[in-house]
Every structure is written in structure tokens, then in C-alpha cells.
Nanobody, 123 residues
Framework: QVQLVESGGGSAQAGGSLRLSCVVS????????MGWFRQVPGKEREGVAG???????VYADSVKGRFTISKDTDKNTLYLQMNSLKPEDTAMYYC?????????????????WGQGTQVTVSS
């Protein structure tokens, strides 16, 4: 059973930075596609960034140039570096893991989810 635990959320001023971490444990062998999603109450979950086992990355247009996804395989940890934060980045952020293959930002692509970490950006 794959387990994902996020950390690093919190509050930031607009223009500031935060780094989210996600530690993956369990059957890591199956987790070829890793991603970050976010959700605001009353809205659908939105894909933010994804990275596959080859290191290829995909980003939502709304975060391109500001967010960077990366992973440390030795530490089984996924990261999301968020720079130039905007109030509209405020959301609950979720780490997700999926099987092998092309990594695209649809929640149906991912079978394992963390509990989420809140990010709040003030203007």
C-alpha cells in the first residue's frame, strides 16, 4: 500500500515562496507518475504539476514559470517549489502517485493520494 504524507504548507505574502514536500512510503515500485493537485472549496481538484520516472515534467498554465516540481528518489520525496505566489494560489494542495506511463494532469491518472496541506497566500 502506497502512503503519501505532505508537509510544508502554510501562509505566505503575495510574491513570496513556499516549498511543499511529500514523502512516499510503501510499494514505491508502482509510483512512476507523481503529481501535485490543488483544490478550493466548491471547485474541482486542479492538476498543478506532474513528473514521471524519466524526469519529464508537466505544468498547469497557471503555474508555469513560477512552480517547479522535483523528486529525490533516494529519499522517496516529491517537492513543489512555489515562487511568486499569488492569492489565487490559495488552496489545499495534494500529493498524488500513479502507475507507469505518460504523466498527465488528470486526477483519474492517479490512484494514491495524500491528506493535503493548506497553502494560504495573502495580498
Amino acid at each position: 500500500q502506497v502512503q503519501l504524507v505532505e508537509s510544508g504548507g502554510g501562509s505566505a505574502q503575495a510574491g513570496g515562496s513556499l516549498r511543499l514536500s511529500c514523502v512516499v512510503s510503501g510499494w514505491v515500485y508502482s509510483t512512476y507518475c507523481m503529481g501535485w493537485f490543488r483544490q478550493v472549496p466548491g471547485k474541482e481538484r486542479e492538476g498543478v504539476a506532474g513528473i514521471d520516472n524519466s524526469g519529464s515534467m508537466v505544468y498547469a498554465d497557471s503555474v508555469k514559470g513560477r512552480f517547479t516540481i522535483s523528486k529525490d528518489t533516494d529519499k522517496n520525496t516529491l517537492y513543489l517549489q512555489m515562487n511568486s505566489l499569488k492569492p489565487e494560489d490559495t488552496a489545499m494542495y495534494y500529493c498524488a502517485a500513479g502507475g507507469a506511463g505518460y504523466c498527465y494532469l488528470s486526477e483519474f491518472r492517479f490512484g494514491y493520494w495524500g491528506q493535503g496541506t493548506q497553502v494560504t497566500v495573502s495580498s
